[in-house]
């Protein structure tokens, strides 16, 4: 297959790019190159004949057009996104532009894209989302694909607003859409503004280690790489017009995660102190969801994928990324508000 990946030179869109080259499929990766995105990520395939790169914004219809007639693609995997919380709360404009605004464009150049080529019987629209569309849990149950949609953050407002403008597509113009709805994505190439980066490289550094809270808020972890795998297996043999949740059978509080990480420092780059002894408590995020957790038995019992990786091996392969990857994580930490609070307003 021929794809069009947006979101391509981001951390969990260039996994998949990666994956998918590996697999044997062409793709066009799509990418407007904004703060997260690092071309890094995809260069092991950007020398292959089967990969090219359009630099555009999803917003920009007109692009869009151009590279849906040049590209022919079979699918499109939709994971261009502005994903961080603690920015959306800072700047939830930019958050609206990309994921509703931008969504929509897509939409609207893949339908016409559709119409236009007849690729009815094998074109394909993915449109990769979060659980967080959900809202919080309270200490127990987990959120099925009918579970209602709660968005309390504006970055899971405007995710659910893509979703529902997805669904929307599909039943009225008959677009042929299939979604998926992740929990927390980990591993390589993570931007340096996330948890799992952010308590790695404050650790080495000698930094406090901020815990929001007091570190009890809940989350499925799923590493990159099996997202990867999972996303290209529901592309290829889920259901038009269905929903899969995937996550990584892994729930774990903040606090956890991060004491792991700093046993596992102390293991692989022992310092004079334990790294644990730098963890911070700092004031809560607002608005901060309680807990996550998915339940992933349809993607199990319909397409039979299962995460292959354990938290406690995926921490590991992590933290050792990080440590034999600096020239690749130092140059991002100049990037605009990378390393600074966000997200208390």
């Known amino acids: 297959m021929k794809l069009l990946v947006t979101g391509g030179a981001g951390f969990i869109g260039s996994a998949v790019v990666r994956r998918a080259i590996e697999q044997g499929h062409g793709v066009v990766n799509v990418d407007c190159l904004t703060y997260a995105a690092c071309l890094e990520n995809v260069a092991s395939v950007d020398q292959n004949p089967a990969y090219s790169f359009e630099n555009a914004n999803i917003c920009d219809a007109e692009a869009l057009t151009d590279i849906f007639q040049r590209h ?59 659980d967080e569309v959900f809202g919080s849990l309270g200490p127990t149950g987990m959120f099925t694909e009918t579970t209602p949609y709660d968005p ?10 893509s979703d529902h403008l997805v669904r929307a597509w599909g039943e009225t113009y008959g677009l042929p859409v299939v979604l998926t709805n992740c929990s927390n994505n980990y591993g390589p190439f993570h931007f340096p503004e996330k ?12 930094l406090p280690i901020p815990v929001y809270g007091a570190g009890e808020n809940v989350r499925d972890w799923l590493y990159v790489e099996d997202h990867a795998e999972a996303l290209l297996l529901v592309l290829q043999q889920g259901k038009t017009g269905r929903s899969y949740n995937i996550g990584g059978e892994n729930e774990a509080r903040n606090i956890d995660i991060v004491r792991l990480i700093c046993a596992l420092l102390d293991e692989m780059r022992p310092a004079a102190q334990p790294y644990a002894e730098q963890i911070t408590f700092v004031t809560d995020r607002p608005g901060h969801d309680l807990r996550y957790a998915i339940d992933p038995s349809r993607i199990r019992d319909e397409l039979g994928w299962r995460p292959s990786v354990t ?35």
């Open 311 to 345: 938290l406690e091996e995926g921490l590991r392969r992590t933290v050792r990324w990080y440590l034999d990857n600096d020239a690749w994580w130092r140059p991002l930490q100049a990037r605009q508000g990378v390393g600074k609070r966000l997200g208390t307003a």
């Open 72 to 130: 022919r693609p079979d699918a499109v995997m939709h994971l261009a996104a502005e994903s961080h919380v603690d920015r959306s709360i800072d700047g939830p404009g930019a958050f609206i532009d990309t994921n509703v605004t931008g969504t929509y464009a897509l939409l609207q150049a893949a339908r016409a894209y559709w119409q236009e080529s007849r690729k009815s019987d094998n074109f394909r629209f993915h449109h990769i989302s979060t």
């Open 195 to 206: 948890l799992i980066p952010v308590v790695i490289l404050n650790a080495i550094a000698g």
């Open 152 to 161: 309390r953050s504006p970055y899971s407002a405007s995710k659910a607003a």
